[in-house]
């Protein structure tokens, strides 16, 4: 994967992206795709703009990661007995698969996302959402592809930027939002409007780190 490094190196320098645009000409729509990744790409003549305006050369200017991942949905976790859902700790249990590539290689590192309530029920208006991989290196049932695929996660962890694994753990956090959302809205016979997701109702206890 690579990601430009254009929000890092505008925080470093104190620079807004107002005046990052006055300054070069380069719109604000750019700019800011570019410093949260919404951009397909660049142009030469708009790198080499902000190169000479930062100082920098063009390798300091992206971050480069020899892996690039997926993130699958899988749904609703098939099994009833997970600790999670014996304890009745938390109402929704969904898996997701992180495809992890490299080269023309492979693996699939399965993640449990639950969400519900630490001390029982699920009152929406105070949920909690935590990620926890499927399999660490002391469990009995993972296979050696199991471990292959914990250690190539690692490998990959320690290439990312703080923001990239920030963005992996978004994006599956948003994806149980949704998914609890209709859920809960279902079991309550309610509509999905009806239920409320915000930062002061939910707390994302425990990303991937």
Known sequence: MIDSNLAVLLAERNLKITKVSRDTGISRTTLTALCYDHSGGIKFDTLNTLCQYLGISPSEFFSYSQYDYEIECLGETEFEDTIYKKHERYAFEYTFNIVIKRDNLSWSFPVNGIAGDIHGGVPFDDVSIILVPFYNEDSEDATARDLDALREFGRMKNEMTTRQLQDLNKTIFD???????????????????????????????????
């Open 175 to 209: 994806k149980i939002d949704e998914m609890f959302i209709n859920d809960y809205a279902a079991d309550n016979k309610i509509d999905p409007s009806l239920v409320i997701l915000n930062e002061d109702t939910v707390k994302c206890r425990g990303g991937l780190r």
